[in-house]
């Protein structure tokens, strides 16, 4: 935890001085259902924004912002967004005139706790730089709004909520917001230079937490060697979203199920790789009563995401899009069995024989659940950081951690 961060955190009750280091450290969550902060500060090629934030993730059917700004597209933007369809797995950012995909593949970098950092020397995720910035010179009279983005006056919603510990915002080099979470005596950010707190513009609702910074160790990724699995306790039906990055490294002919579940063929929500000619071959999804082929080539060794949001199917390899589906259109359906991760759960018990060899790098459903490689007590598994829960293998044999980040 970076030494800014513990100055940071504090429990505001209408002051501003810091307690000792704490080891909970305090956010505030918005986004997601309309909450958001205008900050008042409209941003030209002078400012600097730096912020704290976790569960900046991706979501299949539209963009999640962590902050924005912007006259109009391609006009006085400020901002960093992620997520939607060909840009699953990829950071954006909005400068000027000018718009970036910054880092690709970085499903890691987005779901865990890390401080990110733009201006016109460029953006930074924990103080190192992943993308430079073309000279813009821009002035905005559009105020920067944190959880969505402010396009000319009209608010745009974060599609997932972000948990935002600190925030911190420069122009001209002088500090113009240094914003704090708080409780009291309402939800919102404490900002020091100007002693106010900053509540809720929009609809919806910010909450107050606090989450415990050593509670788990990141991981890059969690290995399977298909003897793993856990209960998401989601059902597969019309309404879950679904984001999964993965690694498929199985060699054996056979299906491989990275997640799902399936009341036998007329009850489905999986995702599958494989068949018996070869490891792998097909990446498949598996909804209602059909199965449908998206990408017909090995997919071994490859990362890949796959997303679902209702009955819309995507899929990608390497940050290339693979292929499109759209399930049946009965927003009722349900499965009526929870989700597995790491095998499919078929009618009530999880199918081993055909559960997944590979690394997982994220997988999260929408608003419910966001699970990261994690390590707990010398445990590998994954944590849902929306809702500070651990999941290990169901099974005698635990995940293999990948490397610490």
Known sequence: MDTMLRRRAMIASGGSTPPTPPVMIPYIRGGGDGSYIDTGITPDNTTKVIVWARNFNPDSSDYSWLFGSRVAYQNAMFSLVTGKTKDIGDLGICYGANAYQAVHGALTKMSHYHKYELSA???????????????????????????????????????????????????????????????????????????????????????????????????????CDGSQYFDTGLDGGYNLKIVASYRPTGTAKRFYYPLGSEYYSYARCCFQHGDTSAANKYTSVCYYSSVTNLYSTAVTNNDLVLTKHNNQFYGYKNNTQLGTYTGNSDSTFSVGLNVYVGAENRAGEANMEESFVGRFYHVGFGTQRNYVPAKVNGVAGMYDTYNDVFKPSATETAFTAGPTI
Request: hydrophobic share 35%; proline share 4%; charged share 15%.
């Open 121 to 223: 020397d460029g953006f930074s995720v924990d103080d190192v730089l992943v993308a430079s910035i073309a000279t813009s010179s821009f002035s905005s009279n559009v105020s920067i709004h944190l959880f969505g983005e402010n396009t000319n006056g009209v608010h745009t919603d974060t599609a997932l909520p972000i948990d935002i510990c600190a925030c911190q915002i420069y122009k001209n080099g002088t500090l113009v917001r240094d914003y704090t979470p708080a409780y009291s005596p309402s939800i919102g950010l404490y900002d020091a230079v100007s002693d106010t707190i900053f509540t809720n513009d929009g609809s919806g609702a910010l909450l107050y937490g606090a989450f415990d910074s050593d509670a788990y160790t990141p991981l890059e990724y969690i290995e």
